[in-house]
Antibody, heavy 123, light 107 residues
């Protein structure tokens, strides 16, 4: 069955950096777009980035563009999110999410989610 | 960005009740809308895609309809395991955006 397991969360000071990883199994990783979605507990879901199956197409939400970097290693079935210049507003649970595309190229729905990794930005 | 507005933000209902949640988009999005269920401490789970198509394995008491800017999500007969928060999400335009959620609580 599809499994997505995040790691790398933790407590970091404002301005610091953190790298999240996600190990995927149970499906052909390179066939799927992958996304990172975050959620402040009890609050809204915010989609922040996606990467295409080949890694050639990447998109970032305005809130993280220029600070976060998404990448994938298809040989290892892994997805990463490098987070730099972290702010208090980045505090959230970060989910690694398999993304179903519409027409093969447009991200559409999120059909499998990891358990989430807590990121806390605080001095 | 397309804003997704859900109502109500919370509701109380009893087992067996029919529950309807609405989601309004700030511009027309065709039928490019999904619905998710999230239980406390868990990740969201996709229930409905393309506004009205049931995801594999999802019980038929869940349904969705609508197009353009106005959408509804219905649970025909609320079950104990359905108490959760429900979110709509559009994929007409980037960035993909979610509604604020509707928490369904036990009356």
């Amino acid at each position: 069955q599809v499994q997505l397991v995040e790691s790398g969360g933790g407590l970091v000071k404002p301005g610091g950096s953190l790298r999240l990883s996600c190990m995927a199994s149970g499906f052909t990783f390179s066939d799927y777009y992958m996304s990172w979605i975050r959620q402040v507990p009890g609050k809204d879901l915010e989609w922040i980035s996606y990467v295409s199956g080949t890694g050639t197409t990447i998109y970032y939400a305005d809130s993280v563009r220029g600070r976060f970097i998404i990448s994938r290693d298809n040989a290892k079935s892994s997805l990463s999110l490098e987070m730099n210049s972290l702010r208090a507003g980045d505090t959230a649970v970060y989910f690694c999410v398999r993304t179903i595309t519409f027409g093969g190229v447009i991200p559409g729905s999120f059909d499998h989610w990891g358990q989430g990794a807590q990121v806390t930005v605080s001095s | 960005d397309i804003q997704m507005t859900q109502s109500p933000s919370s509701l109380s209902a009893s087992v067996g009740d029919r529950v309807t949640i609405t989601c309004q988009a700030s511009q027309a999005i065709g039928n490019y809308l999904n619905w998710y269920q999230q239980k406390p401490g868990k990740a969201p789970n996709l229930l409905i895609y393309d506004a009205s198509s049931l995801q594999t394995g999802v019980p038929s008491r869940f349904s969705g309809r609508g197009s353009g800017t106005d959408f509804t999500f219905t649970i025909s007969s609320l079950q104990p395991e359905d108490f959760a928060t429900y979110y709509c999400q559009q994929y007409y335009n980037l960035p993909l955006t979610f509604g604020g959620g509707t928490k369904v609580e036990i009356k």
